[in-house]
Nanobody, 121 residues
Framework: QVQLVESGGGLVQPGGSLRLSCAAS????????MGWYRQAPGSQRELVAT???????KYAESVKGRFTISRVNARNTVYLQMNSLKPEDTAVYYC???????????????WGQGTQVTVSS
């Protein structure tokens, strides 16, 4: 079994900051790309940021300069530091990882359970 468990969501005022964490556990051989996605009410799920196994990052234009994605490979953990938060950042945030399990020959895509981020005064 492989699980991704998220934490760090909550209610924050505009201009504030939050840090999301996502830890993978289970029979893991390796983790390739990891990322964060979000889904606001009435909207499609959208990519927020991705990070490769060697630390190459990409960001959605809407969060560039405000959010930072990082990972600690030895801990199978990906983070999303969110600064200068805006009401339009309100969404359920999901982490994602491409994981190869021991004794498997392919990667599979896994998702966290989602964590609510609400930006409101």
């Amino acid at each position: 079994q492989v699980q991704l468990v998220e934490s760090g969501g909550g209610l924050v005022q505009p201009g504030g900051s939050l840090r999301l964490s996502c830890a993978a556990s289970g029979s893991i051989f390796s983790i390739s790309d990891m990322g964060w996605y979000r889904q606001a009410p009435g909207s499609q799920r959208e990519l927020v940021a991705t990070i490769t196994s060697v630390g190459t990052t990409k960001y959605a234009e809407s969060v560039k300069g405000r959010f930072t994605i990082s990972r600690v490979n030895a801990r199978n953990t990906v983070y999303l530091q969110m600064n200068s938060l805006k009401p339009e950042d309100t969404a359920v945030y999901y982490c994602n990882a491409a994981i190869r399990q021991w004794r498997y020959s392919n990667d599979n895509d896994y998702w966290g359970q989602g964590t609510q981020v609400t930006v409101s005064s």
